[in-house]
């Protein structure tokens, strides 16, 4: 019968958050890039082009099908392959960290991409010429009416988004990083396989306070939006 310890749990706690701001390191740079992409996916869809359309959706059908886990063996062991094949580089050396970033950010801006996506369509269409007739350009009838629109529409399935993600980024000790999942698995081998589920217990309930303090965070701009909004 499997002994189990709660006491170990709070003691486990102080090693694993030291590898905290690594995991939210990456899932910042993540969001922040894979938006940017993400938006790029979503404009190429919506822009009318016909060409851009399909390479959109082609990746966006491709990646979302892709399961985290393989995407990430394909970056870590494939990109440097293929690039020193190509080009002639040699990324071997490369931090692991740069290659869950770049696994991550492919991942990201795909789901993402269909976020932004259905938040456009759902403006209705009359806001677009409305903001026209009264003499904003293009750029500033999308920034000062349609942006602030689509992201209260979009807001909770963002925060789906990065939830997933942040769930996704706990696979990147597979590949030897020491993120919070890989300082978990690195305390359990020193601790010869004694106190997993301890550990995993403690693993978990960081990834529970971060899920928690999203959930918060998006019910607040949530309330503060539709204030604002009435």
């Not at 359309?53 to 293929?82: D, H, Q, S």
């Not at 931090?95 to 269909?114: G, K, P, Q």
């Not at 007739?133 to 399935?157: C, D, E, K, V, Y």
Request: charged fraction near 10%; glycine fraction near 8%; hydrophobic fraction near 55%.
């Amino acid at each position: 019968m499997v002994s189990y310890n709660p006491s170990y749990v709070l003691s486990f706690l102080p090693g694993l958050l030291s590898a905290l701001p690594l995991t939210l390191f990456i899932v910042v740079f993540t969001i922040t890039v894979g938006s940017l992409f993400g938006g790029a996916l979503s404009w190429a869809q919506l822009s009318g082009d016909k060409v851009l359309n399909a390479i959109a959706k082609a990746y966006i059908f491709i990646v979302r099908c892709t399961p985290p886990i393989v995407m990430l063996f394909m970056v870590f062991y494939g990109l440097p392959e293929f690039l020193k094949w190509w080009l002639g580089i040699d990324i071997n050396s490369w931090s692991r960290t740069v290659f869950v970033i770049i696994a991550m950010i492919l991942l990201f801006a795909a789901s993402i991409s269909e976020v932004f996506k259905s938040a456009f369509e759902a403006i209705p269409k009359g806001q677009l010429e409305a903001g026209l007739s009264i003499g904003l350009t293009g750029f500033q009838t999308f920034l000062r009416i349609l942006l602030p629109q689509g992201f209260r529409i979009a807001l909770p399935n963002i925060t789906n988004a990065i939830l997933n993600l942040l769930k996704d980024t706990a696979l990147a000790y597979t590949i030897g990083l020491a993120d919070v999942m890989g300082a978990g698995n690195l305390l359990i081998g020193r601790n010869l396989g004694n106190y997993s589920l301890e550990t995993y217990t403690a693993v978990a309930i960081i990834y529970w306070v971060l899920a928690l303090l999203l959930s918060l965070l998006d019910h607040t701009l949530e309330k503060s939006l539709d204030y604002n909004r009435n």
